[in-house]
């Protein structure tokens, strides 16, 4: 079964730091750009943060540049989002996705992800 499964959420104080976890099982993550999204309570799915396959793009939302970083670890088959500085603005899902971009191993993005997790919390709150 392919899927992906994010982990590493919580709750925080405000300026505290997590690091999300996206972990594939069923399939390799070489060939996939991974994507971080999150949805706050009563806010629309957005897309913070991108790498594509081998690493070599990355993307920020304005919001979370110089707080967030985005890497991956192929060998693990896993992406992780190092979250620091968090604010209460910060609070949602967090959910991984994945897209295989089949012309380009550069490139990253948000729509059009073929699989994704089923999501973390993280709550950010004194």
């Known amino acids: 079964q392919l899927q992906l499964v994010e982990s590493g959420g919580g709750l925080v104080q405000p300026g505290g730091s997590l690091r999300l976890s996206c972990a594939a099982s069923?399939?390799?993550?070489?060939?996939?750009?991974i994507g971080w999204f999150r949805q706050a309570p009563g806010k629309e799915r957005e897309g913070v943060s991108c790498?594509?396959?081998?690493?070599?793009?990355?993307n920020y939302q304005n919001s979370v540049k110089g707080r967030f970083t985005i890497s991956r670890d192929n060998a693990k088959n896993t992406v992780y989002l190092q979250m620091n500085s968090l604010q209460p603005e910060d609070t949602g899902v967090y959910y991984c996705?994945?897209?295989?971009?089949?012309?380009?191993?550069?490139?990253?993005?948000?729509?059009?992800?073929?699989?994704w997790g089923k999501g973390t919390l993280v709550t950010v709150s004194s």
């Open positions: 996705a994945a897209r295989r971009y089949y012309t380009s191993m550069t490139i990253c993005g948000y729509l059009g992800m073929d699989y």
């Open positions: 069923g399939f390799t993550l070489d060939y996939y750009a």
């Open positions: 790498i594509s396959s081998r690493g070599g793009t990355t």
